[in-house]
C-alpha cells in the first residue's frame, strides 16, 4: 500500500548542511499538501516547513531563511534542504503527506518513520 520513506538524517556539525528526502509510494491516485515535522525528546512535534501541491511554501518562523523545502510531483518525492544547522535543530524529523489512495474518495494524512537528524555544537 502507501508508504513514505525518509532518508538522509545523520550528525552533523553545528553550522553545517543535511538534505532530508521523502519518497512516497505504493498505489496513490494525487498527493496534495505535504511537509516536514519535527520531534525532540520532552517534546510536542511542530510544523517544520509545508508545501502545496502548486509548490506554495510555509516555514516555521524558527526555520525561515535556513530551510528550503521543495518537491516533484512526477516522482512523488519531497526534500528539505537545511542550512546553518544549530543545536536547537536536533530531532526526529518526520515526513507527513495528504493523499488520495489509488480506489479511495478520502483525503488522508500518511506518515513517515522518521529519521534522526543531530546537530553536535
Known amino acids: 500500500q502507501v508508504q513514505l520513506v525518509e532518508s538522509g538524517g545523520g550528525l552533523v556539525q553545528a553550522g553545517g548542511s543535511l538534505r532530508l528526502s521523502c519518497a512516497a509510494s505504493?498505489?496513490?491516485?494525487?498527493?496534495?499538501?505535504m511537509g516536514w515535522y519535527r520531534q525532540a525528546p520532552g517534546n510536542q512535534r511542530e510544523l517544520v516547513a509545508t508545501?502545496?501541491?502548486?509548490?506554495?511554501?510555509n516555514y516555521a518562523d524558527s526555520v525561515k531563511g535556513r530551510f528550503t523545502i521543495s518537491r516533484d510531483n512526477t516522482k512523488n518525492m519531497m526534500w528539505l534542504q537545511m542550512n546553518s544547522l544549530k543545536s536547537v535543530d536536533t530531532a526526529a524529523y518526520y515526513c507527513?503527506?495528504?493523499?488520495?489512495?489509488?480506489?479511495?474518495?478520502?483525503?488522508?494524512?500518511?506518515w513517515g518513520q522518521g529519521t534522526q537528524v543531530t546537530v553536535s555544537a
Open positions: 507527513n503527506a495528504r493523499l488520495i489512495a489509488t480506489g479511495s474518495i478520502w483525503w488522508k494524512d500518511y
Open positions: 505504493g498505489s496513490i491516485f494525487s498527493i496534495n499538501d
Open positions: 508545501i502545496s501541491s502548486g509548490g506554495t511554501t
